[in-house]
């Protein structure tokens, strides 16, 4: 199954994108722009390598990204061949730095609820809540 994404309601600028397969945190409008704002689903028994662009530094209003939230939750609706005895690991991966200044990789165990909140400033992604491990 592809990936998916959709505007989270109308005339939003953020996004539910539905992860099932490896790949860029893209959206399929806007010329494929990276996403930067909304609610990420890992939706997958199998392990999934995403990556994240940094977000461009400096307020919406010339351009930037500083305040989006985008936010990542473990989910997994097609429990056919999951076994929760042997987790695997979900991975977002950003160029080196991007994350806290010093991270370039977010670390999801495969089970449901597993999350991780981030928020854009100054060119890099601030993790605010969740339980994702950074390195």
Known sequence: MANKIYPLYNDSPDFLFIATQSGPLKRI??????????LVLLDSAAALAMTLAAPTPGPPVNGG????ILQFVVIVTDPEGFDD????????????GVIAGVSS???FVSSAGESCSLI???GCWWVFAGTAAAS
Not at 29 to 38: Q, Y
Not at 65 to 68: I, K, L, R
Not at 85 to 96: E, L, R
């Open 105 to 107: 990789t977010l670390t």
């Open 120 to 122: 854009a400033y100054n």
């Open 65 to 68: 990204h500083d305040g989006d």
């Open 29 to 38: 409008t806007d010329n494929f722009a990276d996403l930067t704002r909304g």
């Open 85 to 96: 005895t042997t987790p695997v690991n979900h991975t977002v991966t950003c160029p080196a």
